[in-house]
């Protein structure tokens, strides 16, 4: 039988990445680390930013290790703190490629292939042009708890934050698809989510506290988890 | 009715959903009936009665399939269509005695279409993702449609064999349908 692979997922705590890392861990792949990049720009065309620094007590609830590398989140700089992340990884953990969440931006998708070609490691999107719907079905399937931590798009408001991506949630936002055009998985940065709970787990977490930033279509939740 | 069949080369399972189960999607979407198949398994009854084969891509450095090219020999004398997308079009060109080079494009580009090709005329974005091209104007039975210096789109010219190095199944997703429907 073949050795499993090592891999390093590019990790947000988002649904996207914890998706494709699930999915990495049932085809019977080893995740030898998680790979956090905390932008300092929430404007960041290349990471998530909202509720990023949970990602340490994810990284514990799965008992996996996390590497985390901090960026100013300048548009290309931000590039070069992602590949000393991923030779962190290669070095530390022995990574033999990373895992990525992308389903659609070929911006971030492309930059994260290059420097794995550079690196000499395999870089997979398991997500890669997937459904929308059925990427959030799947979810709802595999039995993710999911929440919205920040939303950028008209139409979505304050009453989304926090919100749960449950069957509710989808009938929802494909109403708001209809009237705004928006991507109903938040494919074009029009939402952003944090994973309470998945099977990759030992348990789930708890929000016990928050901070909302922002205002009108353009809010992000901090939260506080125990 | 007609079913496609849709040859999967990736060694990595997690490459599947990259680069097999994108051009399923838009199959489905299209209704159009399909079967996958790995390189390994592909046997004269699968090929049988299939008018429409499609070789699908695979990672950068999932490259197993070069080293046991020969599986593919049954692309000499099949008679139906084939379209082989990046590490599928390395296959044709193999196969009908081309030889492997080096180029890197990973992103978008821009190519130019002189003349029409499974749908695409004039300039056309596309999406590429590979190390290794053929150089198919050293196989005197292909035709090139596109040659940026690197062949990027190449048809047999007696037979419906089809290559492309850049990845359909992300930018020009017709391209496909229009290939399915011939």
Avoid at chain 2, 14 to 43: H, Q, R, T
Wanted: aromatic share 10%.
């Amino acid at each position: 039988m073949a050795q499993r692979k090592k891999l390093g997922i590019l990790f947000s705590g988002g649904k996207d990445s914890t998706l494709a890392a699930f999915l990495a861990k049932k085809l019977g792949y080893e995740i030898g680390c998680l790979i956090t990049i905390v932008s300092q720009n929430p404007e960041s065309y290349m990471f998530h930013t909202p509720s990023i620094e949970r990602v340490k007590e994810q990284a514990n609830v799965m008992g996996i290790p996390l590497v985390v590398v901090k960026t100013k989140g300048e548009k290309e700089e931000e590039l070069d703190d992602l590949e000393k992340a991923i030779k962190k990884a290669i070095e530390d953990y022995g990574i033999e490629g990373i895992v990525s969440g992308a389903v659609e931006s070929v911006y971030q998708a492309s930059r994260i292939q290059r420097i794995c070609n550079k690196l000499g490691i395999e870089c997979f999107n398991p997500l890669w042009q997937k459904d929308q719907l059925e990427l959030l079905e799947d979810l709802i399937r595999e039995k993710f708890e999911v929440i919205v931590t920040g939303v950028f798009a008209e139409g979505l408001d304050e009453k989304w934050l926090g919100r749960n991506v449950d069957k509710g949630f989808i009938d929802d936002i494909s109403k708001l698809k209809e009237k705004f055009g928006i991507s109903i998985s938040g494919e074009g940065g029009e939402f952003e989510s944090l994973v309470l709970n998945c099977p990759l787990f030992d348990r789930g977490l708890k929000i016990v506290g928050f901070k909302d930033y922002g205002e009108g279509n353009s809010l992000r939740r901090e939260v506080e988890l125990g | 009715m007609k079913k496609v069949l849709l040859i999967n080369i990736c060694k990595e399972k997690l490459a599947y959903f990259e680069f097999v189960k994108p051009i399923e999607d838009i199959l489905k979407k299209n209704k159009i009936k399909y079967v996958v198949k790995d390189y390994k398994e592909v046997s004269g009854k699968d090929l049988d009665g299939k008018s429409n084969v499609i070789i699908c891509g695979t990672t950068i450095f999932d490259n197993e399939f070069l080293e046991e090219v020969s599986r593919f020999n049954w692309l000499l004398d099949f008679p139906g269509k084939v379209l082989g997308i990046c590490g599928g079009m390395h296959v044709i060109g193999l196969i009908f005695g081309g030889k492997l080079d080096k180029k890197t494009e990973v992103g978008y580009y821009d190519e130019k279409f002189e003349e029409e090709f499974l749908g695409l005329t004039d300039n056309c974005e596309v999406y590429h993702l590979h190390n290794n091209y053929i150089d198919f104007n050293t196989l005197k039975e292909f035709m090139v449609f596109v040659d940026n210096k690197v062949s990027q789109a190449v048809r047999h010219k007696k037979r419906e064999i089809y290559g492309v190095l850049f990845h359909p199944e992300v930018r020009q997703k017709e391209l496909i349908r229009v290939f399915c429907s011939l």
